[in-house]
């Protein structure tokens, strides 16, 4: 069956302009979660959605950052005013449980690579 | 801010040598510790997964340890092959969501 799913691949923008990233996760999952990774880290978590409900923010950098999962499948980054320091491999992961659990495993998508000029 | 801890950063081997990476974290109260690998350009692929009541799993030729009160898990890699180039991720998660290391990148040479 089809994996996590990430469009688009890479992303250019310039400085100021908004941006939107897109994550189809696998079909049945309840959890939803959104990473960001720059260039020699680790990712570091910015949200997580169980179904379309928002649970924890608490990793969005700042208010410019903005994440929805409207129908608790489909699921949209959005980036408003882009900054340079916004540059990175934002990663989306899906998982089939809805409680946290110990034997939870994270099905990663591609990533979109972010470039901001 | 890195609540996990890897080393080494970068690791070259030659082929058939056996591989030893670690991880160390901060925080014992644990759910489980999963290790990851991460191809230039790819997403992570899940290699293991060690609940917090286990203290190894395996699979093939890769085994993982875990020792909570120690905060320390490593990952063996056995008769290592060019294909197990890759960067390797170990997380730890205490609820639903994944704190990472950042990495040991290991090129094993033909």
């Known amino acids: 069956g089809a994996g996590v799913s990430q469009s688009p691949r890479y992303k250019v923008a310039k400085r100021g302009q908004d941006v939107a990233l897109r994550c189809d996760p696998i079909?049945?999952?309840?959890?939803l979660f959104w990473y960001q990774q720059a260039l020699g880290q680790g990712p570091e978590f910015l949200t997580y959605f169980q179904n379309e409900a928002q649970l924890d923010k608490s990793g969005l950098p700042s208010d410019r950052f903005f994440a929805e999962r409207p129908e608790g499948s489909v699921s949209t980054l959005k980036i408003q005013r882009t900054q340079q320091e916004d540059s990175a491999v934002y990663l989306c992961?899906?998982?089939?449980?809805?409680?946290?659990?110990?034997?939870?495993?994270?099905?990663f998508g591609a990533g979109t690579r972010l470039s901001v000029l | 801010k890195q609540e996990v801890t890897q080393i080494p950063a970068a690791l070259s081997v030659p082929e058939g040598e056996n591989l030893v990476l670690n991880c160390s974290f901060t925080d014992s109260a644990i759910y489980n510790l999963q290790w990851f690998r991460q191809d230039p350009g790819k997403g992570l692929t899940s290699l293991l997964l060690?609940?917090?009541?286990?203290r190894e799993q395996t699979s093939g030729r890769l085994n993982a340890s875990l020792d909570k009160s120690s905060g320390r898990s490593t990952l063996y890699i056995a008769a290592s092959q060019p294909g197990d180039s890759a960067t390797y991720l170990c997380a730890r998660s205490n609820d639903y969501k994944l704190s990472f290391g950042a990495g040991t990148t290991v090129t094993v040479r033909a």
């Open positions: 060690i609940q917090s009541s286990q």
């Open positions: 079909s049945g999952h309840v959890s």
């Open positions: 992961a899906s998982s089939p449980g809805g409680r946290p659990s110990a034997k939870n495993i994270q099905y």
